[in-house]
């Protein structure tokens, strides 16, 4: 089997990859194809901004589409950033500008009030226009400052429990064992081998 995925992300790329491989499920991103247009993520929930990025690949391509949408939930934020995590200091934020904007916005808050969680929805739609949903969550809390040089977006302040680090220091591996991306993948997988 192969798919696209629907991201320029090359973080999420290479995690749905390695966790793709194993069974044997080619996957090519979007740099692969630059005359794509990408969706414009205008959704108020990550399925809405899944299922719209999935579509408009499949659209222009007519082929199969994977698209994830993800980002982090902070309780202390009434559930912000959100779907605008990767944009949440702005349309042209780093992963340093949006961490820094969440510190700052947190400055206030104790340690133990700050629970968080990653989610995320992956949208595989096919070129008949039919679309299945998978969601995976990460439970965790946002440190004072980051820790490890790993991973992407807000990996180095996000605090979890079983490895007793941030995201940023797990491998790759470990990652994939326990994120929301790889909840997901795993749900995909298995709905793929018909499990």
């Known amino acids: 089997m192969e798919l696209i995925v629907a991201t ?6 290479k ?22 247009v990408p969706a ?15 579509l408009a690949i499949v659209e222009q391509t007519g082929k199969p589409c994977l698209a994830d949408d ?11 950033p959100g779907v605008h995590s990767a944009r949440y200091a702005g349309a042209l934020a780093t992963d340093a500008d949006n961490n820094a904007l969440l510190l700052k916005e947190l400055a206030e808050i ?4 700050r629970q968080a969680a990653f989610c ?15 969601e995976g969550r990460l439970e965790g809390r946002i440190l004072t400052e980051p820790q490890g040089d790993g991973g992407f977006g807000y990996d180095p302040l996000f605090w979890v429990e079983a490895f007793g680090c941030s995201l940023a220091e797990v491998s790759l591996e470990d990652k994939n064992s326990i994120s929301h991306r790889g909840a997901a993948l795993r749900q995909l ?3 793929i ?3």
Do not use: W
Not at 40 to 54: I, P, S, W
Not at 70 to 80: H, I, K, P, T, Y
Not at 110 to 113: A, L, W
């Open 8 to 13: 320029q992300n090359q973080g999420k790329l």
């Open 15 to 36: 995690e749905i990859r390695r966790v793709l491989a194993d069974a044997g499920i080619e996957v090519e991103g979007m740099d692969a194809f630059p005359q794509l």
């Open 40 to 54: 414009v993520e205008d959704g108020l929930t990550f399925a809405e901004n899944a299922r719209k990025k999935a």
């Open 70 to 80: 993800s980002g982090l939930e902070v309780a202390a934020l009434n559930g912000r």
């Open 110 to 113: 104790d340690e133990q009030q």
């Open 120 to 134: 995320c929805v992956m949208a595989l739609c096919t070129p008949d226009g039919h679309c299945r949903l998978f």
């Open 189 to 191: 997988l298995a709905a």
């Open 193 to 195: 081998e018909g499990r």
